[in-house]
């Protein structure tokens, strides 16, 4: 096989810091390499090298990329505008921004194929409408004339590997495709790529953080940490022998310490949700008349265990937020019951729900809009505490316990006076734990705590709220839609669609034997690692 | 002697502690102090944070109103009469300006009248004329006398510097000289003391020099220039801060309900500022003044003085402005306010059950701050400029009183006389757009730190 594209001994600076050292890799013709590595890792910097879209501030310091043996640095611009799109495409993480939402997605694919290939009118729609067909967009006559907005965002994705499929180029960059995407469109849209890549005899440069991904799309595999490629392999020989500790941990981790949690005894219910209904009013004109509802929560039921942790798994608009949200009437409730040990919360007003609110606290997705940009962590921490009137009245009794919860969530207690936008994604989520102990809560709703999180971090924020758990008995209901992290957090889980729970039951059960359709498609659709290093 | 407080004063030194008060809250967070510390690392900053402080000043000094008793010898144990003029400390310096004035226009720094008159000599003879100044010494050392001011500046300006280094410097005086000197400080101090030396320098030679000439020439009425144009600095600045003042509760508290509560709330608030803003400004303007006019008219006796009239006139200029200009930032309040309460972190604090005005005092309106204080500095220029576009058109400030708008006003007939009069113009422009230059730069500066979306 010849080689498409080589990467030789590239490094990249910013002033003094070195962002990229030497890097080389080489891709052969008609095959998949992933560039594996956490954020900050350098994988999305080298593709950008490759396009030489690099911003003015960084500068290649040594090296040289080469697209069939033709170096790319010496090009003129005039001649690399050609490069881009016709020899080397690419398709990004967020489909939602990189289509024009004015334009039709048709035209936009049509837009491409005019500058680069040169064909008119019918030809050209021609060819946009077999583009579609290709990529498995459905009606594609239809589709042609439909704006972004009015598509799904696996859909999106699908347009978006249509136009960088449009000019047949030699190698597609793919920075992330499918991490905005729910785990069953990823599927989909990963098994398109196989496909493109068969028929074509394409070659892809596969970015991810996703070791599972990677195990089922690529080639061959290399690791990136710290702008430094620590290991490069075959697919199979990487996954059945990784050589660098730090690939060993990334898998460990991705893998999820998978030790099997006993079933649990039957112990007394904490929290009972029966027939829970969220519906939210359309409302229009003038003075808001309600025309209609959005049915976001559709009669769902279900209880956690005192001790025990719940996760609700669903995919994105299944409504598994907006039960948390019920729970700590942060919506209104439009029928059920809520039961917090005997008492009923949904009737209650502000006033009543104040102790309650003590015992039922919530970890957010987002670490770094969930905390005050303009608080210091001492006043984030302490705000629970004043307000619900727990640990202690005196200020010097409150910084205490924050000083103590600090050292619980493995932060320095020197940290009190600084401001979130100094710390980490993993440490702001640290943060909000610990924000939401500071009142001594019996639950806590985990809104997709990790999904923002990379691998590694990841791995280090489970395991503080195992942790925390058997130190206190708290109680978790753990929303997220990463199926991976089931089993290593929680006991039972339910399964969401449009509202519903489809399926519920313990981990272990659910896991080994899906009942429901949509969770056997769940379950398949997520991608796995190979069967052999699971032992 | 007995102070008079007027109502802008009132509100001008309320507003003086309230900013000393900030300032002083500021000073604990250490964020916040980051910030304006970055603000005035650039000298463009330092420069004009240091003229607009110049201006404050005269304001300032010319918001206290003092009315000094009429001394009748013999008669005692009787109820005090005071003079009928209020003065404020400005007018007691350039009090040798308030009495020479001469019979009309004349150029600056020249020695006779602008335009010829008709003189019997003594011969009896009936001729066309230029007439000597009565107020101008006809001496002819302008050199000598410029040198002497500027010597003078020098050394009150050198004086202040060596003061404020001192305080600075506590106990390594000139360890501390040396940097400044050398231009190592941490905030760009020489700039700054380069720019007071300046405007030191450039006030003493105008003061000193209108003991003996017409700086600034005089008016048709032979009022000097120089004195009314420091005296439009009070006028203009009050007009740009006053009204921001009024306009910011109007803003934040509208701005950030409507966001906030949503439903019939943001309704009623979006339809009001729809509503006020389709109304053309100049048109709301002018009827309210004109409302207020015969109000002024109808009860003369609630007046002891023109001053306190022309005083209620301005307080309710100031209050109309403030109307019909917080629409856009209440708009662009809502918008944010939108933004920020859909944040988790106010997600986090309603499961805390913390109150609804709780989360709007600490997590919403300290969010909110960097647009507040980027449109305030930026409505300050804009509304310097509305007062002067507003008195020409006749609906400004009370004509008696002294401002830019006015000398420009009563300047524009002159324009086409030949030869022309132009220094009452020049004197207000140029007074103006150092102000409102100075305003400009601070804000581009403020924004460019402040606005998050800068920073890279």
């Known amino acids: 096989m010849s080689s498409i594209l080589s990467v030789e001994n590239l490094s990249l600076k910013v002033q003094k810091e070195e962002l990229l050292k030497s890097v080389s890799f080489e891709i052969k013709k008609g095959e998949i390499f992933a560039l594996v590595g956490e954020s900050g890792s350098g994988k999305s910097l080298t593709s950008l090298a490759i396009m030489r879209l690099l911003p003015d501030a960084i500068f290649v310091s040594s090296g040289d990329i080469k697209l069939k043996n033709r170096s790319l640095f010496i090009l003129p611009e005039s001649q690399m505008q050609k490069v881009r799109g016709k020899s080397i495409a690419m398709i990004f993480q967020e489909p939602m921004s990189a289509l024009n939402p004015v334009m039709t997605v048709g035209k936009q694919v049509a837009e491409v194929i005019e500058i680069h290939l040169g064909l008119k009118k019918e030809a050209l729609k021609a060819k946009v409408v077999s ?394 659709s997520a991608p796995k690692l190979p069967k052999e290093i699971k032992r | 002697m007995s102070i008079v407080l007027l109502w802008t004063d009132i509100m001008v030194w309320a507003l003086v502690i309230s900013l000393l008060i900030w300032g002083w809250v500021v000073s604990r967070s250490v964020q916040i102090k980051k910030q304006w510390h970055t603000i005035f690392k650039s000298s463009i900053a330092m420069v004009s ?58 150029a600056p720094f020249s020695t006779h009248e602008y335009a010829k008159s008709i003189v019997v000599d003594e011969n009896g003879v009936t001729k066309q004329a230029y007439l000597p100044l009565k107020y ?28 404020h280094i001192f305080w600075r410097a506590g106990g390594h005086f000139m360890e501390r000289f040396r940097q400044t000197w050398q231009g190592k400080t941490h905030l760009p101090w020489r700039t700054a003391y380069l720019t007071i030396t300046l405007l030191i320098m450039t006030f003493t030679w105008l003061y000193m020099l209108s003991f003996h000439y017409h700086v600034l020439g005089t008016d048709k009425v032979g009022g000097d220039v120089l004195y009314q144009s420091f005296k439009s600095i009070r006028t203009g600045v009050l007009i740009g801060v006053l009204t921001t003042l009024i306009m910011l509760p ?9 966001g ?49 009239r022309s005083d209620l006139r301005l307080l309710f200029l100031i209050m109309i402005l403030g109307i019909t200009s917080w629409t856009g930032l209440c708009r662009m309040l809502r918008a944010e306010t939108l933004k920020i309460s859909q944040m988790e972190f106010v997600t986090a604090a309603k499961a805390f059950g913390v109150g609804k005005f709780t989360i709007i005092r600490r997590h919403i309106v300290p969010n909110l701050m960097h647009i507040i204080l980027i449109s305030v500095v930026l409505d300050f220029s804009g509304l310097v400029l509305a007062e002067a576009v507003l008195s020409y058109v006749g609906v400004g400030v009370d004509p008696t009183m002294y401002s830019w708008g006015n000398m420009i006003n009563q300047a524009r007939l002159e324009m086409a006389r030949d030869p022309m009069v132009w220094w009452s113009l020049f004197s207000a422009f140029v007074f103006m757009f150092i102000l409102v230059l100075a305003a400009n730069l601070l804000s581009d500066r403020v924004q460019t730190v402040l606005d998050p979306r800068n920073r890279v």
């Open chain 1, 131 to 524: 583009l579609f067909t290709e990529v498995g967009i459905k009606e594609p006559e239809e589709r042609y004339h439909w704006y972004p907005h009015q598509l799904s965002g696996g859909q999106k994705q699908r347009v978006m590997i249509a136009i960088a499929l449009a000019c047949e180029p030699d190698l597609l960059i793919a920075d992330e495709p499918t991490t905005a995407l729910d785990v069953t469109i990823q599927a989909d849209i990963l098994k398109l790529l196989k496909k493109i890549r068969a028929q074509r005899d394409l070659s892809i440069l596969f970015i991810t953080h996703d070791m599972a991904v990677v195990s089922q799309m690529a080639d061959r595999v290399a690791v990136m940490r710290h702008g430094e490629i620590l290991e490069q392999a075959a697919c199979k020989t990487f996954f059945d022998n990784p050589q660098h500790p730090y690939s060993k941990s990334l898998l460990k981790e991705a893998l999820g310490g998978k030790e099997s949690r006993e079933v649990p005894k039957r112990t007394e219910k904490l929290l009972t949700v029966k027939d829970l209904k969220v519906y939210f009013p359309i409302k229009k004109g003038f003075f808001q008349r309600t025309v209609g509802h959005v049915k976001a929560v559709d009669g769902v039921t279900f209880s956690i265990p005192k001790g025990r942790t719940l996760a609700l798994v669903g995919e994105s608009g299944s409504g598994k937020s907006t039960i948390g949200q019920a729970i700590l009437s942060l919506v209104p409730i439009t029928s059920g019951t809520v039961k917090f040990e005997d008492l009923d919360l949904s009737g209650l007003n502000q006033r009543a729900l104040k102790p309650y609110r003590q015992k039922m606290q919530v970890v957010f997705q987002d670490p770094f809009s969930a905390l005050d940009p303009r608080m210091t962590i001492g006043e984030i921490i302490r705000e629970g505490m004043v307000s619900l009137e727990s640990g202690g009245k005196e200020k010097a009794l409150q910084d205490e316990v924050i000083k103590e919860l600090l050292l619980k969530v493995e932060l320095k207690p020197e940290y009190v006076h600084r401001y979130p936008h100094e710390f980490s994604g993993g440490q702001r989520q640290r943060i909000g734990i610990a924000r939401a102990l500071a009142v001594e809560p019996e639950l806590i709703i985990c809104d997709e705590p990790t999904s923002a999180l990379d691998v590694s971090v990841r791995a280090q924020v489970l395991q503080l709220l195992k942790k925390l758990q058997q130190e206190s008995g708290v109680s978790y209901l753990f929303i997220t839609h990463d199926l991976s992290i089931v089993p290593v957090v929680a006991d039972e889980v339910a399964v969401m669609k449009e509202g519903r729970i489809v399926e519920q039951g313990y981990v272990m059960d659910i896991m080994k034997d899906p009942k429901h359709e949509y969770t056997r498609k769940l379950l398949e």
């Open chain 2, 49 to 106: 944070a240091m003229v607009l402080l110049f201006y404050l000043f005269f304001a300032l000094l010319d918001s206290i109103h003092l009315r000094f008793p009429i001394h009748s010898a013999g008669v005692q144990n009787q109820k005090v009469q005071y003079e009928g003029d209020i003065v404020s400390p400005l007018d007691l310096i350039f009090s040798h300006n308030i009495e020479s004035t001469e019979r009309t226009y004349s």
């Open chain 2, 136 to 163: 101008v010494s006809q001496s002819d050392d302008l050199v000598l006398k410029s040198f002497a001011a500027l010597v003078v500046g020098l050394i009150i300006s050198c004086f202040l510097i060596v003061l």
């Open chain 2, 250 to 258: 109007v803003a934040i508290l509208l701005g950030v309900s409507a």
């Open chain 2, 260 to 308: 906030l509560f949503g439903g019939w709330v943001d309704d009623m608030i979006q339809y009001l500022y729809t509503t006020l803003s389709s109304i053309p400004g100049v048109l709301l303007i002018a009827a309210g003044v004109l409302v207020m006019q015969v109000m002024i008219d109808t009860h003369p006796h609630w007046f002891e003085t023109t001053l306190e």
